[in-house]
DNA sequence: CCACTAAATGAATGGCATTCATTTAGTGGC
DNA sequence: GCCACTAAATGAATGCCATTCATTTAGTGG
């Protein structure tokens, strides 16, 4: 069977206009792109936790069955904001720095943009491309950027998949509670990362969050820069 | 106030015993290492869609109130979990092997447990060491060995938690749709991403996620190995 | 003005985590 | 051998949730 009714292509099926054999319905209140701002800016104000069909409905001055003609299910409405925000990511940069700048760049932004999202990194991170065309554009951007570099192409997707997967798990990071870290009761039977917790505190100018990306996305740009030729 | 109540703190509270001064109560049905295996097996069984209290409550003979009694929220039953799992990975090869060997033994293990339990992830990634004690102890092993190799002490957290990020974000790959690149009716406005994704699959001996995983892992230890002294 | 249609409605469904007053049944002290 | 105390288990209730569906509403092209 076919892969789960696709959000984007429902809205145009390639080529074909959407049809209409007899009247217009009345003039409708709703469509995907009103709900993905209403949804965003409840997202806002309220959470992931205050985000509810219910809630959504409301904003929008409608009964929340409404929606579900607009949209299958509440996943289909994460996976709307997730395309939307993924246009906040900045690939600006592919065209106008170095490489090894613009991968930085766009990697920063990128985990700017889902750290405070990061209930959407599930839905993301298994949706099919072809579901979230602005995700598509982001790709296309980034593939365009390796390929005039000199990346070998053959690798080009899995070097992007590698650096968005630690994008994905460093944006939770962002989010944790300040003591993560504090052993508590049990630092005396883990003296080797209870003392490395303490000498990184010492240091400590930037987040911990911000070292740690910091010091994997530079490792993970060195090592792929080195793959051009 | 002090941080969430800890499972772990809570059963042995650091040299106090549990306290109490009449008499017992019943032999008791539950507590948290029967609550712990069976939800673990519960969710092997139905997955998490199907893991929720009154399933579980049912496989114990027991009203799903029961469990209340032990545990104070579902999440909490997930974070048991969680740190049971973290016993399966390994983290032997830092006893026995180089150092670039044993992040790469324990980096692939790591990924391989959690790859079958991604929806443990958002609550792994923010939870707070002190209340998940095997965790604790895969830290200290894992610490031990960037120690031990020479590792600048206040990079070590750092690194380890670059490395996890990266393991966390790697597991959601492992389950993706195989066809999760699939541009579909786009691929003509994305030139860029649609032959880099064919070049991909033209090569592609191991799977997508390992290609990736093993190409940012590679990079990650180079880059890593680099900074020893 | 009619037939058709998509959109909106409101009530209903079934599932969920969690709470709480109450009951149950060991145990240590007398 | 009984009593007082306790933790554990119960079952009913609460409130929230996403989703479904039969029905109503109101433009529009013929």
Same mark, same amino acid.
């Given at each position: 069977m076919p892969s789960a009714t696709s959000a984007a292509a429902d809205s145009?099926?390639?080529?074909?206009?959407?049809?209409?054999?007899a009247g217009r319905p @009345?003039? #409708?209140?709703?469509?995907q792109d009103t709900i993905t701002t209403a949804a965003l800016r409840l997202v806002r104000k309220s959470g992931y936790e205050g985000f509810t069909m219910a809630a959504l409905a409301r904003t929008l001055n409608v009964? @929340?069955? #409404?929606l579900y003609n607009h949209v299958a299910s509440k996943r289909e409405v994460l996976v709307l904001i997730q395309d939307h925000l993924t246009?906040?990511?900045?690939?600006s940069a592919f065209d106008t720095e170095s490489w090894d700048q613009a991968v930085r760049d766009w990697a920063w932004s990128y985990r700017e943009v889902f750290s405070k999202h990061t209930p959407l990194i599930p839905v993301i991170a298994v949706l099919p491309v072809a579901d979230a065309p602005k995700t598509l554009a982001m790709y296309e951007a980034v593939s365009a950027g390796f390929r005039r570099t000199g990346f070998p192409q053959e690798r080009i997707i899995s070097a992007i998949v590698a650096l968005e997967s630690f994008i994905f798990g460093s944006a939770y990071d962002v989010t944790a509670?300040?003591?993560?870290?504090?052993?508590?009761?049990m630092a005396a039977s883990t003296p080797n990362f209870t003392s490395a917790v303490e000498r990184l505190a010492r240091q400590g100018l930037e987040s911990p969050a911000d070292a740690a990306f910091s010091l994997g996305l530079e490792a993970l740009i060195a090592g792929f820069g080195a793959l051009r030729r």
């Open positions: 145009h099926p390639a080529g074909a206009r959407p049809r209409r054999r @009345p003039a #409708a209140v709703l469509d009964a @929340p069955s #409404a246009s906040f990511v900045d690939v509670p300040a003591d993560i870290f504090d052993s508590g009761s």
